[in-house]
């Protein structure tokens, strides 16, 4: 009786999907295709095949086979979409950002740039700095690695050069993408008379 059920099967499902019938002794194992109107006409046809009670209980098994596949396929694609979304929105690059040079600075003076604010990142990042020390959102100024986050503001800052008419610069990045500060003293203009 099971061979003939599960031929009966095989044959079922291989009309509803379209192919042709199978033939070999394989079970064809429930997957996520299986929708409401297959089981609808699973229902049907073997409401209408009489053959013996033993058939009930194995086409409950298998619709339940069925439902439970179903609903496992349905959570782990929900799932792995979720985890794919996750990992899609991370963003750890930050737009870039330009100093604007300090021009005829005096030399051996302190000089702090303008501020650049961070954006086009989603979390912490890395801070670090060459030549110069650096201050976020108005703290204190260091030259030690640190983490800056989207929305704040850094100014970095070094001495002028103690001779004129030379440049003193400040390579600052942040999360990979540097860019430099620089300083040019003042030129000394001597009175030739």
Same mark, same amino acid.
């Given at each position: 009786?099971?061979?003939?059920?599960?031929?009966?099967?095989?044959?079922? /499902?291989?009309?509803?999907? !379209?192919?042709? /019938?199978?033939?070999?002794?394989? @079970?064809?194992?429930?997957?996520? #295709?299986?929708?409401? +109107?297959?089981?609808?006409?699973? @229902? %049907? +046809?073997?409401?209408?095949? %009489?053959?013996?009670?033993?058939?009930?209980?194995?086409?409950?098994?298998?619709?339940?086979?069925?439902?439970? $596949?179903?609903?496992?396929?349905? =959570?782990?694609?929900? =799932?792995?979409?979720?985890?794919?979304?996750?990992?899609? /929105?991370? =963003?750890?690059?930050?737009?870039?950002?330009? #100093?604007?040079?300090?021009?005829?600075?005096?030399?051996? $003076?302190?000089? *702090?740039?303008?501020?650049?604010?961070?954006?086009?990142?989603?979390?912490?990042?890395?801070?670090?700095?060459? !030549?110069?020390? +650096?201050?976020? =959102?108005?703290?204190?100024?260091?030259?030690?690695?640190?983490?800056?986050?989207?929305?704040?503001?850094?100014? /970095?800052?070094?001495?002028?050069?103690?001779?004129?008419?030379?440049?003193?610069?400040? #390579?600052?990045?942040?999360? !990979?993408?540097?860019?430099?500060?620089?300083? @040019?003293?003042?030129? *000394?203009?001597?009175?030739?008379?």
């Amino acid at each position: 009786m099971l061979p003939t059920i599960f031929g009966a099967w095989r044959s079922l /499902v291989a009309h509803l999907a !379209g192919g042709q /019938v199978v033939t070999s002794s394989n @079970l064809v194992v429930p997957t996520i #295709f299986f929708n409401k +109107y297959i089981i609808c006409s699973i @229902l %049907k +046809y073997y409401a209408n095949y %009489k053959e013996a009670i033993m058939n009930k209980y194995i086409l409950l098994l298998l619709v339940s086979l069925i439902l439970i $596949t179903a609903c496992e396929n349905e =959570d782990n694609i929900s =799932d792995n979409s979720l985890l794919t979304q996750a990992e899609a /929105v991370i =963003d750890n690059f930050p737009d870039p950002y330009t #100093f604007i040079d300090s021009l005829n600075t005096p030399i051996n $003076t302190l000089v *702090e740039s303008e501020p650049i604010l961070v954006s086009g990142i989603n979390a912490p990042v890395l801070i670090d700095i060459i !030549g110069g020390s +650096y201050s976020i =959102d108005g703290g204190a100024f260091t030259s030690q690695p640190g983490q800056v986050e989207s929305g704040q503001s850094v100014v /970095v800052s070094h001495t002028s050069s103690s001779e004129n008419g030379d440049v003193t610069s400040t #390579f600052l990045t942040i999360g !990979g993408y540097t860019d430099n500060f620089s300083s @040019l003293t003042e030129v *000394e203009i001597s009175d030739n008379e």
